[in-house]
């Protein structure tokens, strides 16, 4: 019953900001990876971005330079700040945990560009 839940998504002009942020519904110890997944209509979930335990990030290159991953480890909370958003970031966007146990995903959070 244990999962991530995103917010923060919405619809913004293409240039515009939009921070994302997700938590999990209740403690999941000991984890080792957060990332941030994309699915846009008729394309497979790609991989946006991801930080592990010891705080290295790493991100698509779609969207290096332009989006932040972070998080508040006290709390499990992870972010994503995306900026200089383009029509072709739109898509539900997954926050996905990792401990030794297995993976935990949200049920997404809408992100549409558009003018």
């Known amino acids: 019953q244990v999962q991530p839940v995103e917010s923060g998504g919405g619809l913004v002009q293409p240039g515009e900001s939009l921070r994302l942020s997700c938590v999990p519904s209740r403690t999941i110890a000991g984890i080792k990876f957060m990332g941030w997944y994309r699915q846009a209509p008729g394309r497979e979930r790609e991989f946006v971005a991801g930080?592990?335990?010891?705080?290295?990030?790493s991100y698509s290159d779609s969207v290096k330079g332009r989006f932040t991953i972070s998080r508040d480890k006290a709390i499990s909370r992870v972010y994503l700040q995306m900026n200089t958003l383009k029509p072709e970031d739109t898509a539900v966007y997954y926050c996905l945990m990792r401990n030794p146990y297995g993976d935990y995903w949200g049920q997404g959070t809408q992100v549409t560009v558009s003018s």
């Open positions: 930080i592990v335990g010891g705080g290295t990030t």
